[in-house]
């Protein structure tokens, strides 16, 4: 069981955590302090600037019509296509402005108990690094590209912004129950890889998506991936693929209906009632689910990533 001396209320400063509580042992490098902020952001040079603005340019055709309103209008108001990698000090203070966030260089995937802390005191942690010509169309290490482009819009969202920060707080209450693989669940398939639904049709939030080509159109239009409501217990029983495209995606009606199914949720009662580990495959459908789709999942079923099969 996982040791944690602070109290729930108190965000100010990191809390103490015993080793067991991390899924995934980090080693911090040695320029950084326990917060793993980067001390300033790193001077990215012409060539850098480019991969940002072909990558920007490519999303920008893709996602009219398939990214939320909300993300739309965010990009829009950061104005993060200007030209190069967004300086984070001028986007910070916009996107304070708007909602109080603001946008923090890390160095790398950073520990679970820091990001949740950061995210509870409204600090956006974004890689310090951008991809390589090389690694152009996937990279399994968030950079800055979908770090900023795919996350930083939704953060000028008030609802979701309230949302984000919730989730840091909820981060420490699933380490004391020893929850953090649920949590983990929970954010990856509504913060990464959500959709919604807008007028009667489906559209994109999650920052896994938005900020790659394929699965923008996969998620939306394939035949092989699943599209089910989500139902917060259900998702948080739910495997996850971190290295492909998903066999199923969970759709919400708004980021408002959102909040009132998680943060005004008791999670205490949830995490008593999970087990340790998950109960669901994740392309598994359940007789429970509202199910909007029910994929082929002939992309996985070929083989999926390093296949041939065609993401459709
Ligand atoms: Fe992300």
């Known amino acids: 069981m996982a040791t944690i001396v602070e109290p729930t209320s ?32 790193h001077d990215y040079d012409s060539q850098d600037d480019a991969v940002w ?8 055709e893709l996602l009219p019509g398939r990214a939320c309103d909300a993300f739309m209008a965010g990009l829009d108001r950061l104005d993060l296509g200007r030209g190069g990698v967004p300086d984070f000090a001028r986007l910070s203070h916009e996107l304070g402005q ?48 979908h770090d900023v482009f795919g996350h930083v819009p939704l953060l000028s969202d008030p609802v979701f912004a309230d949302y984000m920060q919730e989730y840091g707080r ?3 209450k699933a380490m004391r129950h020893n929850r953090l693989k649920a949590l983990g669940a929970l954010y990856w398939y509504t913060v990464e890889f959500g959709l919604t639904r807008e007028n009667g049709q489906l559209r994109i939030y999650g920052a896994g998506i938005l900020s790659g080509p394929r699965e923008a159109v996969f998620a939306l239009e394939g035949q092989s991936p699943n599209r089910i ?10 495997d996850y693929a971190i290295d492909d495209l998903q ?30 580990g998950f ?24 083989g999926g990533r390093g296949s041939n099969a065609p993401p459709a």
């Open 170 to 172: 909820a981060g420490w």
């Open 98 to 145: 708007l909602t109080g966030w603001s946008v923090v260089p890390v160095p790398m995937l950073i520990p679970d108990h820091v990001f949740f802390w950061h995210l509870a005191n409204r600090r956006f942690p974004a890689g310090n690094f951008i991809r390589t010509r090389a690694t152009f169309d996937y990279i399994q290490e968030p950079d800055v590209f």
């Open 279 to 302: 109960t669901y495959a994740n392309a598994a459908v359940l007789e429970s689910d509202e199910v909007l789709h029910r994929g082929t999942q002939e992309y996985h079923t070929r």
């Open 247 to 276: 066999p199923t995606y969970f759709v919400i009606e708004s980021f408002a209906d959102l909040y009132h199914r998680t943060v005004e949720r008791d999670f205490n009662a949830i995490y008593r009632e999970l087990s340790a």
């Open 53 to 60: 603005d072909d990558l920007f340019a490519r999303q920008a």
């Open 229 to 238: 409501m989500l139902d917060v217990d259900r998702v948080m029983r739910t």
């Open 10 to 41: 108190d965000f100010s400063a990191l809390p103490q955590v015993g080793g067991e509580v991390f899924t995934a042992p980090l080693q911090r490098p040695q320029h950084v302090a326990d917060d793993w902020l980067e001390p300033r952001q």
